[in-house]
């Protein structure tokens, strides 16, 4: 496989690249820059070869639709070119107009998210969501004084990312484990996450751990805020399809040895915030309930969703 894109797989696959929307962006660059360099000139050929490079990386994550959805994006229109230089040029421009849309889209959602929060609020976030980090340091840049808990995050610890973040921001942050997540919870006001994968019914698919903040702030009548580009809205889930969960290997649990042979562990990376516990999706179309997520998304993608059945 081609060099660009067995290196950019094997960087979503070992998380040195993560981050729901940084890895659909380095799915999109990954097929734009093998277009560019391809050496070959059948048009036949061309989408064979970019069908395997599509396989090759949406095989390396499998919970996050926005790596889907990217690649997607950027290989739309390839079936319906009539030469090798058309497909080729079309995958160029598709996948650098999804990187530029993508980015553009964090930055609408920052704009708007950070009108949810108030002088004085006390917020959490869980794990490292650029988008929910984005939102919070802008609404810092606006001048509201507020504060942060941010959770550890385990296994990965993303956490330690995120205090990094948000105290080069100059936010006054918190780093506590995941266990006092609800011990913690009566002092926030607004919880802002992000999302791997939203569904058709407005449920939240994201890091593990954020069903139980999301239960802890439903409890303590706190927000509860999902950031997310609609590019992570699953149209596949319309039709039934279920979200896969990915499960990661067992070192990032345990060390060597730790533990007796006979003992497993269950290590899922995700899991899911039903809408009941969500109050706000807060994305670059605007704030919406979970129930607006169906006819956000018809509208976001269009007719041909309906060929996904
Ligand atoms: P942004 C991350 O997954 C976290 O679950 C985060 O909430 C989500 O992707 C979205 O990240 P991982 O890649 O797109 O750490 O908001 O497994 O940066």
């Not at 995050?153 to 995120?162: D, K, Y």
């Not at 039709?239 to 290590?267: A, L, W």
């Amino acid at each position: 496989m081609n060099q660009i894109i067995s290196a950019t797989a094997s960087d979503i696959r070992d998380m040195r690249v993560r981050g729901a929307g940084r890895i659909a962006r380095a799915g999109a660059t990954a097929l734009a820059d093998y277009a560019a360099s391809y050496e070959g000139r059948s048009l036949e050929e061309f989408r064979n070869d970019l069908r395997k490079a599509s396989e090759v990386i949406l095989g390396s994550r499998p919970t996050a639709v926005s790596l889907w959805n990217g690649v997607h994006y950027t290989l739309r229109g390839i079936s319906s070119a009539e030469t090798f230089e058309a497909a080729r040029d079309s995958v160029i421009a598709n996948g650098k107009e999804f990187v530029t849309n993508s980015e553009q889209a964090v930055q609408r959602i920052a704009r708007i998210g950070a009108k949810r929060i108030k002088d004085g609020d006390v917020l959490m976030t869980h794990c490292n969501s650029s988008v929910a980090i984005g939102v919070i340091l802008e609404a810092v840049r606006q001048g509201k004084d507020i504060k942060v808990y941010a959770t550890e995050s385990r296994p990965w610890r993303q956490g330690i990312l995120t205090v990094n973040d948000l105290s080069k921001g100059g936010v006054d942050t918190t780093l506590i484990i995941d266990s006092a997540v609800r011990s913690v919870m009566s002092r926030v006001d607004r919880v802002f996450v992000g999302a791997d994968t939203i569904t058709s019914s407005g449920s939240l698919i994201n890091k593990i751990g954020t069903s139980q903040v999301a239960m802890a702030a439903n409890e303590a009548r706190a927000e509860v805020n999902v950031c997310s580009e609609t590019y992570k809205f699953s149209p596949k889930t319309m039709f039934g399809d279920t979200v896969t969960i990915e499960e990661r290997d067992i070192s990032e649990v345990v060390r060597p040895g730790e533990i007796p042979e006979n003992v497993r562990v269950f290590n899922p990376v995700f899991d899911t915030t039903p809408a009941k516990y969500i109050d706000n999706i807060i994305t670059e179309v605007g704030i919406m309930s979970p129930g607006a997520v169906y006819g956000v998304m018809v509208k976001q993608f269009g007719e041909s969703i309906f060929d996904l059945e």
